[in-house]
């Protein structure tokens, strides 16, 4: 690649497919994705694990419901598994459902990616079972995503990935 080349993913002049700046910004994203900020000096969940309590119901979805009378019954912690449907007929998917299919989601496109670099530098890919783990492993070879020519479309996905989880019911970061 020729030293006056663009950035795939801004356009800021880049001697690889990704500028040191979009470089830093896809690794930090690819750790929000597996670590959430310090909080106290302790590190919190990522997004990719506040996904997964959505959908294994270990989180609150709702406000809280308000102030409740004395004798006033507990309101459910979790969205119910009731099936509703819109004006159509159609079922409307709940929010844990919707949370399952971010999280498969999350785990083909990050697996997908690890795959395609380790094929196209030849050596072997690593297996990796925890969607979490795949997203730090990616920011740890940030320069050999930043040497791909899909460098632009890994950090386009992991934008996308990002957005995506902080509208599925997940935490957002702080």
Known sequence: MSTNSQCASCTAPAALF??????????????ALA?????????????LDACEDVVLRRTRLSTGGGHRKKGDEQPAPFAPDEERLDKDGRAIPSRQEKAARLLTSARNTLSTTIRDLCETRGVECPEIPDVGDMALWLAGNIHAIACAE???????AADSLGRRLNTAGAKPLA
Do not use: D, M
Not at 18 to 31: G, I, K, P, S, V
Not at 35 to 47: D, I, M, Q
Not at 150 to 156: E, F, I, P, Q, T
């Open 18 to 31: 990704l500028c040191a700046r979009c470089q830093t910004e896809l690794r930090a994203q690819l750790h």
């Open 150 to 156: 899909s460098a632009g479309k890994v950090r386009a």
């Open 35 to 47: 670590h959430g900020p310090k909080v106290n000096g302790h590190s919190t969940a990522g997004l």
